[in-house]
């Protein structure tokens, strides 16, 4: 049975004994090469769900602190590798009510990084096909058709993934896929290494060049699943007015540094910011290296234990840091 | 046109530094005029956008300093404190602002002369770069 097929048949169990009001998957989106959330509210519903890998949504922030509509509901969800260490964080804090969660992980096999292969492409894709060997089938409208390799055209964080399988689940859609030693090898953070080698001129004069571009859309923060205080955000607030709402390189920058810091010891890297950004602004650039700096300083990986509480909420007295 | 002395922002705490920097002041020990102060209850309440904000708002350089760690007068306000310092520090500097213009450290009420040195040796260090101009933040 087909991970898709598990996901169908834990959706209409749900859905059937009324043990969630809803359940939250993947469907098919407006073209092609874009999946969207589904919200499946009754069991003749459930076959539009789908299981492929445009799947990126991370569906975790509809749970987020005053967004289940109504916020009583019980709720059934799914969950890659990465989205579930978002739940866990949530949990950790007690932000989501366990209770009312129904969870079904999904272990994930990487997620394909859609723009690139849109940017592959002159003309619009009609089509894209998933064979079982992990081989992609692209068509395009004039009919032209290129087959990629899935692990070829894989987001980037995803080539980096040490946890591809779901931490927190009730139930596991198909069996694990590999996973690399934990133990082992420790995190690639070879992807910062380019920013990391610039000068500090050079630093600032990049983001000076990235962040001119943002409009202040607010869609990195309200797709963040860990970004939980957004009806009272600094970020929005104007009395007092802590970050300008001008949109201009500076304020823009500060603005996305108030939202890394204030998921620091929460977020993952799940990359939903990044991918949400409609003028793709390369948000990986700060946040993976606040986890970067995080493992560096306390060999913590945000979201991977339920009974750990977040770095920045607990202390210690043998903390070495400062002089 | 010389260029314009550097503008630093200091934020300390109430209980330790801002106390410390007092006891200076009246110890006549001599220090730079550069460091404006901002003082708020607890290094524990001091959020890295205040150092950020700062930063945009064109300080030349940021210094946060407080109650030496088992002296908080709020008994644990700068344990929480120095995590958050260490990772705001490291963003700051991915940032490419450069290390000499972000410092943290503790000064007691009662080390008027400790404060000198530090805000001495800091106001030196941002001289030596010079204003901040043409920046991303």
């Known amino acids: 049975m087909s991970r898709q097929d598990h996901i169908r048949e834990f959706a209409a169990q749900a859905l059937s004994e009324g043990r969630v009001d809803y359940f939250i998957g993947w469907k098919e989106g407006f073209n092609p090469s874009e999946v969207i959330p589904a919200f499946v509210k009754e069991v003749a519903q459930v076959d539009q769900l789908l299981w492929n890998p445009l799947c990126h949504h991370n569906l975790v922030t509809f749970l987020k602190r005053n967004m289940p509509d109504p916020p009583e509901a019980k709720i059934g969800v799914c969950v890659k590798g990465c989205d579930s260490r978002t739940l866990v964080a949530l949990l950790q804090e007690q932000l989501v009510d366990r209770e009312r969660l129904y969870v079904v992980g999904v272990p994930c096999d990487g997620i394909m990084d859609r723009r690139r292969l849109e940017k592959e492409f002159a003309e619009e894709i009609v089509d894209i096909a998933f064979s079982e060997k992990g081989q992609v089938v692209v068509t395009t409208r004039s009919g032209e058709k290129r087959e990629f390799d899935q692990q070829a055209v894989l987001l980037d964080m995803c080539t980096r993934c040490r946890y591809p399988n779901p931490l927190y689940a009730d139930d596991m859609a198909g069996p694990a896929v590999p996973e690399p030693d934990r133990e082992e090898s420790q995190p690639d953070w070879s992807d910062l290494a380019d920013y990391e080698a610039l000068s500090d001129d050079g630093k600032q004069e990049l983001l000076a060049r990235i962040y001119a571009t943002c409009v202040r859309c607010f869609a990195c923060i309200n797709v963040c699943p860990v970004c939980v205080c957004w009806d009272r955000c600094v970020n929005r607030s104007r009395q007092p007015e802590l970050v300008s709402q001008k949109v201009e390189t500076k304020s823009n920058l500060l603005f996305q540094m108030v939202h890394m810091f204030h998921v620091a010891g929460r977020c993952p890297s799940c990359g939903a910011c990044d991918r949400a950004c409609p003028v793709e602004i390369p948000l990986y650039l700060l946040h993976r290296k606040m986890n970067k700096e995080l493992y560096d300083m306390f060999g913590f990986e945000p979201g991977t234990k339920l009974d750990e509480k977040p770095v920045f909420q607990v202390f210690n007295l043998a903390d070495q840091f400062g002089d | ?137």
């Open chain 2, 1 to 137: 046109m010389a260029e314009r002395p550097v503008k630093i922002i200091g934020i300390v705490c109430n209980w330790c530094s801002y106390a410390g920097a007092d006891t200076a002041g009246v110890g006549r020990y001599k220090q730079p005029p550069n460091v404006r102060l901002v003082r708020v209850p607890c290094t524990g309440r001091i959020d890295p956008l205040f150092a950020l904000k700062a930063f945009e708002k064109g300080a030349d350089g940021v210094l946060i300093s407080g109650c030496h760690p088992g002296d908080c007068h709020y008994s644990e306000g700068n344990y929480y404190a120095r995590r958050k310092f260490e990772l705001a520090e490291r963003m700051i500097h991915h940032l490419g602002i450069p290390k000499e213009r972000f410092r943290w450290t503790w000064v007691s009420a009662s080390e008027g002369q400790r404060w000198q040195q530090v805000v001495t040796e800091f106001v030196a260090a941002v001289e030596k770069l010079g204003p901040r101009e043409g920046r991303a933040l």
